[in-house]
């Protein structure tokens, strides 16, 4: 019997093309409720997910054939990783889809935010020819601290070269891992000489508000900071503090605390103060968690997961 797949949330048609092409039977569950999608799960060896059902505990315990949930994507916070382990079903994900568009994306971030283009241009709409006070601050010659060193931070790493900055790399869970684009440290060296620091970290229960007051408070010099991340690996009302303490002199954001489950929506008007004081700020530059998706991205993604989804099948015959 050919493997069968459900797609439990609308993706790039390549991955269903590539699968079929494979010999996978692939059914549409983008549009079936949780209930009824539950109700079907002992049918399919396989299900693609973004991030529209929590892939809990009670949610796999009625997957009785599944061998594999492949999430279009990058975070897992939403699936309960021991729970698939326990039941040996492989949780597959695809970083490297979508690792070249974070690296531009994080490299257009931080350049916005050390040229004030953000801020000038709005200046500039509103009749505003202010000059002096949007000078630049070189990117040349400073030191970019890097937290987390994988598919995300290493493709920002190689889109830093060029442009005359060192580039130092912290990342807890590798060794060995220094390269011709980041040299390896120690989180207290980039305590201590970074300029910029930019966040490339999954969210974790380890990592929540991984980026505190004691973290912003332990740089010795004034950093502009960039999280592409997660946005709970970010403590929102710490950074307002250092933001208006001047231990950050600026922040850009594609990731929020506030964020609902599925990335899919936020309500700005309706979130907490230290939210307020960011959307106030000029010198903070806010995007709504796109670093990630690029038209190349979503084929990326699709041609990753398929080949991740073919080899672990392929492994198993």
């Not at 916070?77 to 970083?95: C, F, K, M, W």
């Not at 980041?182 to 490339?200: C, G, K, M, N, P």
């Not at 990630?292 to 015959?317: D, M, Q, T």
């Amino acid at each position: 019997m050919n493997k069968r797949i459900l797609f439990s949330d609308k993706v790039h048609p390549l991955l269903w093309e590539s699968l079929t092409a494979a010999g996978f039977d692939c059914h549409d569950g983008s549009l079936t409720p949780l209930e009824e999608t539950e109700r079907l799960l002992p049918q399919f060896d396989g299900i693609v997910v973004r991030s529209r059902f929590r892939i809990d505990e009670a949610f796999l315990s009625k997957a009785t054939r599944l061998r594999c949930v492949a999430r279009w994507g990058v975070g897992t916070e939403h699936i309960d990783l021991e729970a698939a382990a326990a039941r040996g079903i492989a949780v597959l994900t695809s970083p490297e889809g979508s690792r070249d568009t974070v690296g531009e994306h994080t490299i257009a971030l931080l350049l916005n935010l050390m040229n004030h283009i953000g801020r000038a241009d709005r200046q500039v709409r509103a009749g505003q020819w202010i000059r002096a006070a949007n000078r630049a601050t070189e990117l040349k010659g400073k030191t970019v601290g890097i937290i987390g060193y994988g598919n995300m931070g290493q493709a920002f790493a190689q889109r830093l070269t060029g442009f005359g900055c060192r580039v130092l790399a912290y990342d807890k869970f590798r060794t060995h891992y220094g390269d011709a684009f980041a040299a390896e440290a120690q989180l207290e060296t980039l305590f201590r000489e970074s300029d910029v620091v930019s966040l490339h970290i999954p969210y974790l229960p380890e990592n929540h508000h991984f980026v505190n007051d004691a973290f912003l408070s332990s740089f010795h010099k004034p950093i502009f900071l960039i999280n592409t991340a997660r946005g709970l690996v970010l403590d929102t009302a710490a950074l307002v503090a250092h933001l208006q303490n001047g231990k950050v002199a600026g922040a850009a954001l594609d990731v929020h605390e506030y964020e609902e489950m599925s990335f899919s929506h936020l309500e700005p008007d309706a979130l907490p103060e230290p939210f307020q004081v960011l959307r106030r700020a000029d010198n903070v530059v806010l995007t709504p968690h796109i670093a990630g998706w690029s038209h190349e991205a979503e084929e990326g993604h699709a041609r990753v997961l398929a080949e991740k989804i073919a080899n672990l099948f392929g492994e198993e015959r």
